[in-house]
């Protein structure tokens, strides 16, 4: 069975600051994929980054960048310059060849100005 | 491009009663997805839809139904509603590859509260 892990329900950084918010999975597929996702306290899930398993290079978007050491099954996310627009509910999140989505518990993320 | 939308955001049932929620996909999409998201247990599938087909499920029970319309719309059905089912629905869209590898947008979800 496919599952996600997020050990830090909760983090803290301050503004213009870097944070990096931990994930580790388990699949037993071979082609996948792997997302972060932020939920606001507005409740919308915005995509954040993905990464393509076979791809070796990380994925970067802006200032949100992943760590993904696929034998470790570890997919990590790192804010740079953060802003207080960034504080939100961040998943970690699983996509496999079932078509449905595996998400982490979330890491609450909050930004000190 | 408009994004996902849901229809209605909130939603007051009592227990016993059923409920529809709509989702309507991105223009072009073909993949309509639902999840449950509840403090509890967090975010769980429910099902998939493709071309009118329910095409993936999750381990909810048969009062959890669904379908999609030829415009790819997709409605959600619950029946006998239980106090554990209030939670926020949300429903995503994607243009429809096999597996959980595409992409899904998600809409603003729909909060049920069960009475």
């Known amino acids: 069975a496919q599952t996600v892990t997020q050990s830090q329900p909760e983090m803290s950084v301050q503004e213009a600051e870097t944070v990096t918010l931990s994930c580790t999975y388990d699949?037993?597929?071979?082609?996948?994929?792997l997302f972060w996702y932020k939920q606001p306290p507005s409740r919308q899930m915005i995509l954040v980054i993905r990464?393509?398993?076979?791809?070796?290079q990380n994925a970067t978007e802006n200032r949100f960048s992943v760590n993904f050491q696929k034998a470790a099954k570890s997919f990590s996310l790192k804010i740079s310059d953060s802003q207080l627009g960034d504080a939100a509910m961040y998943f970690c999140?699983?996509?496999?060849?079932?078509?449905?989505?595996?998400f982490g518990k979330g890491t609450k993320l909050s930004v000190k100005p | 491009k408009a994004g996902v939308t849901q229809t209605p955001r909130y939603l007051i049932k009592t227990r016993g009663q059923q409920v529809t929620l709509s989702c309507s996909p991105i223009?072009?999409?073909?993949?309509v997805s639902w999840y449950q998201q509840t403090p509890g247990q967090g975010l769980q599938f429910l099902f998939e839809?493709?071309?009118?087909?329910?095409?993936n499920k999750g381990n909810f029970p048969g009062r959890f139904s669904g379908r999609q319309f030829s415009n790819s719309r997709s409605e959600m059905n619950v029946s006998t509603l239980e106090l554990g089912d209030s939670a926020l629905y949300l429903c995503?869209?994607?243009?429809?590859?096999?597996?959980?590898?595409?992409?899904?947008?998600f809409g603003p979800g729909t909060r049920l509260t069960v009475l």
């Open positions: 223009s072009g999409h073909r993949s």
């Open positions: 999140v699983n996509g496999g060849s079932q078509g449905n989505l595996i």
């Open positions: 699949t037993s597929e071979s082609d996948y994929y």
């Open positions: 839809y493709f071309s009118e087909t329910q095409r």
């Open positions: 995503a869209s994607s243009g429809g590859l096999v597996g959980g590898t595409d992409t899904q947008y």
């Open positions: 990464q393509e398993a076979y791809k070796q």
